[in-house]
Nanobody, 120 residues
């Protein structure tokens, strides 16, 4: 069983920055695509950023130019650098491991989530 543990969430003012980290067990980081999702109450979980096994990256339009996803397979770590944060970025952020090498495949594992709150 793979475990994904997020950290780095918190409260920040609009325009500020946060860095989320996800540490996982097992060899999944070197095999599967990884990603960050977010969810606000009453809405579906949405893919914010994804990175394939081979380094292809996806960003949601709402975060392009502000967020940067990266992975360190040797350390089993996935990161999300979030800059120029906006109140609408407020959400629970989840680390996810996809079933395959592409971020278009389904999710196999979820982390427990880390809360990000951006004040106006």
């Amino acid at each position: 069983q793979v475990q994904l543990v997020e950290s780095g969430g918190g409260l920040v003012q609009a325009g500020g920055s946060l860095r989320l980290s996800c540490v996982g067990s097992g060899s999944i980081f070197s095999i599967n695509a990884m990603g960050w999702y977010r969810q606000v109450p009453g809405k579906e979980r949405e893919l914010v950023a994804g990175i394939s096994r081979y380094g292809s990256i996806y960003y949601a339009d709402s975060v392009k130019g502000r967020f940067t996803i990266s992975r360190d397979n040797a350390k089993n770590t996935l990161s999300l650098q979030m800059n120029s944060l906006k109140p609408e970025d407020t959400a629970m952020y989840y680390c996810a491991a996809f079933r395959g090498s592409s971020y278009t495949s389904g999710i196999q594992y979820w982390g427990q989530g880390t809360k990000v709150t951006v004040s106006a």
